[in-house]
């Protein structure tokens, strides 16, 4: 009887047992359930990761927009770590501050047209420092910058910021915020975030070849106009004074004994052949700038005694234009450290100007004055006058305010740029001003003071 009693209770202890390694086994297959779900959706990201990578690859070769494809590639980093946002920022060319090149997420509308101090928030740390950062606790990082969150009305809960670097220099920050799914990024998240990070910098480096590239199209292409604009003009220039050289030396073999004529046609051949040693003479000194070859025979001058000089050779041009030079305006005793005939030159060249794009029975006036360690020759004409966005190519080689076919004035474009050239030889300046509306333009040359 007592063993039949035992038998009941030995059964239900061994359903009990089983019941309990029914559990343990349901537990462990939920774990492993668990554990391949989690497994898949691992290889389910690195299938999307690899896909992505090799899509951008492709992209790269192809792509024809830089914003489009760095918009693409931030849209895919998005979607494959699970974030609110992602974004591209960029150095500025100071080195300064970080600007957003591309801002994807809800608030990238928004973000995109602000800027931060290179030394402000969580980028700026990642910046300065070239080195990764994972912060699930933004607001706890005294790098982190609340002003966005305060400006755009949203919550920063956790950022992952890498830096881009391009030849070895940092050049901006691959950076996304609030993941989505997971409370905290982890480094698998960065090594992820790094790879993509590569690849928005061959993005960077292949557009900005490919802008270099386009910027030397864009020289080639205007050096080439110059040279033709050059090749036609020197043309001109040459044939202008060759005329009537040649034309003069016919008639005189005919005319030897008739006296004015032949006083005449030596004094036109004379005045050409000037004008034709004065374009040769330039362009030998364009070559010697360039060669780095020019002598210089530096003296202590008398900025006075070189002014009056030039005046009086074009004594015959202010004339024949009828024009009205006052120099009362230059101070006695200005002493400058220069060469004497390329400082000649330079004055001369600019006071040439001044005639040539002067108006009939219009003015020059010429000042110079001494202050603190300076010593100034300022000339100043009426005109037409120069527009101020063509200021800047006047001191360009070959380049003229007035290129076209049908321009009312000579020379091969070189007066300016040669002074320029002498000037910095000097150690001196050249300033050029103009307007339009007041109808003058000054020249303007500061020496140091002796």
């Given at each position: ?106 608030k990238g509308g928004e973000v995109k047209n602000f800027s931060l101090k290179v030394d402000q928030g969580i980028a700026g740390f990642v910046a300065r420092n070239s080195q990764p950062l994972i912060e699930n606790d ?313």
């Amino acid at each position: 009887m007592g063993t039949l009693k035992q038998a009941p209770a030995n059964l239900e202890k061994r359903v009990q047992e089983l019941d309990e390694q029914r559990m343990a086994l349901q537990a462990q297959m939920d774990s492993l359930s668990k554990k391949n779900q989690e497994l898949q959706q691992k290889i389910q990201q690195q299938d999307h990761l690899i896909e992505g990578i090799f899509s951008i690859h492709r992209a790269l070769l192809d792509h024809p927009r830089h914003n489009e494809l760095l918009s693409d590639i931030m849209i895919l980093v998005r979607k494959i770590l699970k974030t609110e946002g992602s974004s591209i920022l960029l150095l500025t060319d100071d080195g300064k501050e970080l600007y957003f090149e591309v801002a994807q997420g809800d608030k990238g509308g928004e973000v995109k047209n602000f800027s931060l101090k290179v030394d402000q928030g969580i980028a700026g740390f990642v910046a300065r420092n070239s080195q990764p950062l994972i912060e699930n606790d933004p607001y706890s990082n005294p790098s982190f910058n609340p002003e966005f969150d305060q400006k755009t009305k949203h919550v920063t809960r956790n950022i992952l910021c890498v830096p881009l670097r391009y030849h070895k220099k940092t050049i901006g920050v691959l950076q996304v915020i609030n993941s989505i799914g997971h409370d905290q990024f982890d480094q698998k998240d960065l090594e992820m975030l790094e790879l993509f990070c590569s690849q928005v910098s061959l993005a960077l480096m292949k557009f900005r070849m490919i802008e270099e590239l386009q910027d030397k199209n864009v020289e080639l292409e205007e050096s080439s106009q110059l040279k033709s604009f050059f090749l036609a003009t020197i043309s001109h220039e040459l044939r202008t004074p060759l005329t009537p050289i040649v034309a003069w030396s016919t008639m005189l073999k005919d005319c030897v004994e008739e006296r004015d004529v032949l006083i005449e046609g030596i004094e036109e051949i004379e005045i050409q052949s000037n004008h034709l040693t004065g374009i040769v003479t330039n362009l030998v000194h364009l070559a010697e700038i360039d060669c780095d070859q020019v002598y210089l025979n530096l003296e202590e001058l008398s900025l006075n005694e070189i002014t009056k000089t030039c005046l009086l050779l074009a004594t015959k041009s202010v004339k024949l234009k009828g024009l009205k030079v006052d120099s009362e305006g230059i101070e006695e005793n200005l002493g400058v450290r220069a060469d004497e005939e390329k400082l000649q030159l330079c004055i001369s060249q600019i006071l040439e100007n001044a005639i040539k794009f002067n108006d009939p029975q219009g003015w020059i006036v010429f000042k110079g004055w001494r202050y603190e360690e300076s010593v100034f020759l300022q000339c100043i004409n009426s005109g037409d006058g120069i527009p101020e966005s063509l200021l800047p190519i006047l001191t360009e080689r070959f380049r003229q305010v007035d290129e076209s076919r049908t321009r009312k004035h000579g020379g091969l474009g070189v007066g300016l740029s040669l002074v320029q050239g002498f000037m910095d030889l000097f150690g001196a300046k050249l300033e050029i001003t103009s307007s339009v509306e007041n109808r003058e333009t000054s020249v303007t040359l500061s020496f140091p003071s002796l």
